[in-house]
């Protein structure tokens, strides 16, 4: 009998939980949604298209290489002068996207997709990267 009661009460909590919720905005207010991440709304636009959704990447005109548990975006340097620079079939984003959505971008990488890298990737990063780039660019 005491687990039927239960089981009522909780039916009725989950149907009546969202109403509550619009009806008190005191509760709503304490209803707390996590913000998506900033460069995820990057990735999704632009890199998803080659990487994939699940950064496994893919085979096809080319190859593109995985995002996913790739211990080579342990130190953001790395990633980030991919981006700025290109190599490969991966073009140069340094005209396309500014340091901060670089940034962004890769701060998502590196915690999504099996990564656990958690280490701050700042603009000024970013900025210094495509100056050794410029100039590097520059004596070519």
């Known amino acids: 009998m005491m687990i039927r009661m239960h ?7 989950l149907v009546a939980g969202p109403a509550l919720l619009t009806a008190s905005p005191a509760l709503a207010a304490t ?12 990735y999704k636009n632009i890199c ?5 959704a699940n950064g496994k990447g893919g085979v096809g005109a080319g190859v593109i290489l995985p995002l996913a ?8 340097e790395y990633p980030i002068s991919l981006v700025v620079q290109g190599r490969g079939a ?7 996207l500014t340091p901060q959505q670089i940034a962004d971008v ?12 958690r280490s701050k990737v700042t603009p000024e990063m970013v900025k210094e990267i495509i100056g050794d780039a ?4 520059e004596q070519e």
């Not at 089981?7 to 909590?13: D, E, Q």
């Not at 998803?48 to 994939?52: D, L, N, V």
């Not at 991966?90 to 396309?96: C, H, L, N, S």
Request: charged share 20%; net charge positive; with cysteine.
């Open 90 to 96: 991966m073009p140069w984003f340094r005209d396309a």
């Open 31 to 42: 209803a707390k949604v996590a913000a998506p991440h900033p460069g995820e709304a990057v």
């Open 7 to 13: 089981s009522l009460a909780l039916m009725a909590l």
């Open 106 to 117: 890769v701060a998502y990488v590196r915690i999504n997709f099996g990564n656990k890298y």
């Open 48 to 52: 998803q298209a080659c990487h994939m």
């Open 69 to 76: 548990n790739n211990e080579k975006l342990e130190y953001p």
């Open 134 to 137: 410029s100039t590097v660019r």
